[in-house]
């Protein structure tokens, strides 16, 4: 089983960026669908960016569209979510997820593996 770390999250003002990391073990890397999911609270774990397993296909949510970007670097074993011009709605637990597969996965029962959370807080 895949183990993840998130990295990146803090506290930043409306229209700011910042870059969460997520660090993988393993040597299977490769083999990973990724996507960064989002909980609010009281709100439901949504997923905000997907990735493939090569990085050929991504998915954004409405929301995040044309601010956020996710990419991978499979020789680090990493995956990235650049956010800009972030909005105080934004603000949320960021959590990490891997599941071995070829598709694109977007829905959080398709994640089996997780990371811990990284907080993201934007002040208006």
């Known amino acids: 089983q895949v183990q993840l770390v998130e990295s990146g999250g803090g506290l930043v003002q409306a229209g700011g960026s910042l870059k969460l990391s997520c660090a993988a073990s393993?040597?299977?890397?490769?083999?990973?669908?990724m996507a960064w999911f989002r909980q609010a609270p009281g709100k439901e774990r949504q997923c905000v960016a997907a990735i493939t397993w090569s990085g050929g296909t991504t998915y954004y949510a409405n929301s995040v569209k044309g601010r956020f970007t996710i990419s991978r670097d499979n020789a680090k074993n990493t995956v990235y979510l650049q956010m800009n011009s972030l909005k105080p709605e934004d603000t949320a637990v960021y959590y990490c997820?891997?599941?071995?597969?070829?598709?694109?996965?977007?829905?959080?029962?398709?994640?089996?593996?997780w990371g811990q959370g990284t907080q993201v807080t934007v002040s208006s």
């Open positions: 997820a891997a599941t071995r597969t070829r598709s694109l996965v977007i829905i959080r029962g398709g994640y089996d593996a």
């Open positions: 393993g040597h299977t890397f490769n083999t990973y669908a």
